[in-house]
């Protein structure tokens, strides 16, 4: 079975993405998670918080960036992306 190619965690700032980054980036090394996965953190855009539809739009415009991809519906068609939305304060949960 074929895993995701890029998995994209959205954060509130850039503070939040950096201390993102940096635990990804050593359980990526430590091999607790698939390096075969493009982990990539995305803030909201000039610390706005924009919710989960921005933070998806946001995120997929990121991604079109990173990988300077010219025609977005070949790009999308080729890849498996897991978004998971991590920079919200879940104030539904107790």
């Known amino acids: 079975m074929r895993t995701i190619d890029i998995c994209v965690v959205t954060a509130s700032n850039e503070r939040q993405a950096d201390s993102f980054r940096k635990l990804l980036g050593s359980r990526t090394g430590s091999g607790l998670y698939p390096r075969e996965i493009d982990f990539l953190v995305c803030p909201d855009p000039d610390g706005v918080r924009v919710g989960s539809g921005g933070g998806t739009v946001n995120a997929l415009r990121y991604v079109l960036?990173?990988?300077?991809?010219?025609?977005?519906?070949?790009?999308?068609?080729?890849?498996?992306?897991?978004i998971l939305h991590a920079g919200g304060e879940s104030r539904r949960l107790p």
């Open 65 to 82: 960036d990173r990988y300077k991809a010219d025609n977005e519906e070949e790009f999308f068609a080729a890849k498996r992306i897991l």
